[in-house]
């Protein structure tokens, strides 16, 4: 299993980005995904999950509303859409999977900052 996250970068606060996580090892279609995200001096924590189908998401009460996680299943990938992004954002975001154990991509660094 591999988790390869993309997209992070330096953005001032109100922009947006887009991360993208590819997955190979595992039948994509199969599992749930998530982000998450660790700031710094912080715990890891859930920003957004997806089912294996795409109809049903979930999200950190702090992101609802500016971010939105996606995935195309043809193309073994998802991803998290960031808009008006805050300082408070600032983190390493983490692609996630549960596949009979934990497995976690290195991560991006996202900084929000002017």
């Known amino acids: 299993v591999q988790l390869v996250e993309s997209g992070g970068g330096l953005v001032q606060p109100g922009g947006s980005l887009r991360l993208s996580c590819a997955a190979s090892?595992?039948?994509?279609?199969?599992?749930?995904m998530s982000w998450y995200r660790q700031a710094p001096g912080k715990g890891r924590e859930l920003v957004a999950r997806i089912t294996s189908a795409g109809g049903s998401t979930n999200y950190k009460d702090s992101v609802k509303g500016r971010f939105t996680i996606s995935r195309d299943n043809a193309k073994n990938t998802v991803y998290l859409q960031m808009n008006s992004l805050k300082s408070e954002d600032t983190a390493v975001y983490y692609c996630?999977?549960?596949?009979?154990?934990?497995?976690w991509g290195k991560g991006t660094l996202v900084t929000v900052s002017p």
């Open positions: 996630y999977a549960h596949i009979a154990m934990d497995y």
């Open positions: 090892g595992f039948t994509f279609s199969w599992y749930a």
